[in-house]
């Protein structure tokens, strides 16, 4: 997908969020530092991330600032509403920075924090991958912990099925 619009990514990334909005909201608190193993992220980790990724090199980069992306630990947000605050607040910054990119900047290169240089647009992209990688991370957390998690589109693959069988 090319985005040669930034009114079309916004639109897009928004969409996206949603989605990951109506997966962070079932997340009970009790579960919010549970990691399947020492050592990996727990569910906070991967929402600070995603907040902190999005905001501190995402959103640097795309003004042409260097990066400043230093992890994702406590030290930026404790605590389940505190997690959920940052993350949210993150994104409305980021958000500003965005809106305030033209058409004609997705064309612009901008140079990764590994100094690779890319289309503004591409890179764009690469976030809204980004979030996804994740977004399926924590639905694996939460299924693991037998919490029940919104479809993606609307119906679960039982859902659809049930559906068919019906029609058929």
């Known amino acids: 997908m ?6 079309s990514f916004l639109k897009y990334y928004e969409r996206m969020r949603e989605r990951t909005n109506k997966l962070i909201a079932v997340i009970p608190e009790e579960y919010v530092d549970w990691a399947y193993k020492d050592g990996k992220f727990s569910i906070a980790d991967h929402i600070r991330h995603l907040a902190a990724i999005e905001r501190y090199m995402y959103a640097e980069t795309v003004q042409g600032k260097p990066c400043k992306y230093l992890g994702c630990g406590k030290e930026l947000a ?5 997690v959920l605050s940052f993350f949210k607040e993150s994104h409305f910054e ?12 997705l064309q612009q ?5 590994g ?3 890319i289309t503004i647009w591409k890179w764009l992209r690469t976030l809204t991958e980004h979030e996804i990688h994740h977004r399926a991370q924590l639905y694996v957390y939460l299924n693991m912990l037998g919490v029940e998690t919104p479809p993606m589109f609307g119906m679960s693959s039982e859902e659809i099925i049930i559906s068919v069988e019906k029609n058929i």
């Open 109 to 113: 290169q901008c140079q990764t924090p």
């Open 78 to 82: 404790d605590g389940f509403d505190n």
């Open 2 to 7: 090319e985005f040669t619009s930034i009114s």
């Open 94 to 105: 980021s958000m500003q920075i965005f809106n305030r990119l033209s058409d004609s900047d």
């Open 115 to 117: 100094n690779a240089s």
